[in-house]
């Protein structure tokens, strides 16, 4: 009912930048928080940054400074600007969001995952 579609990812040198972008589309009645999650290997997955309904932000303190998380609720697309990218932010990233869905005359709150980008940097 609900798909998350992520691109944006590729091979960049350290310094350089990137730009994810994850649309979520289906029978949506409203979205509330977004975020990036990321999964290096052999590591578990790590929240990257979130933005909720009203535009308020978090970021993990590994990318503070350098990543934004953004978002166009007409477009139900979340961002990820990727500035100054390091090769310690190698990693698949993920999208989540969590999503009311209409089914029916009822509404469904539940948690949705995006299938996840390769973002790899050289050093």
């Known amino acids: 009912q609900v798909q998350l579609v992520e691109s944006g990812g590729g091979l960049v040198q350290a310094g350089g930048s990137l730009r994810l972008s994850c649309a979520a589309s289906g029978s949506i009645f409203s979205i509330n928080a977004m975020s990036w999650y990321r999964q290096a290997p052999g590591k578990q997955r790590e929240l990257v940054a979130t933005?909720?309904?009203?535009?308020?932000?978090n970021y993990a303190d590994s990318v503070k400074g350098r990543f934004t998380i953004s978002r166009d609720n007409a477009k139900n697309t979340v961002y990820l600007q990727m500035n100054s990218l390091k090769p310690e932010d190698t990693a698949v990233y993920y999208c989540?969001?969590?999503?009311?869905?209409?089914?029916?005359?009822?509404?469904?709150?539940?948690?949705?995952w995006g299938q996840g980008t390769q973002v790899t940097v050289s050093s």
């Open positions: 989540n969001a969590d999503i009311a869905v209409v089914t029916g005359t009822s509404l469904y709150l539940d948690s949705y």
């Open positions: 933005i909720t309904s009203g535009g308020s932000t």
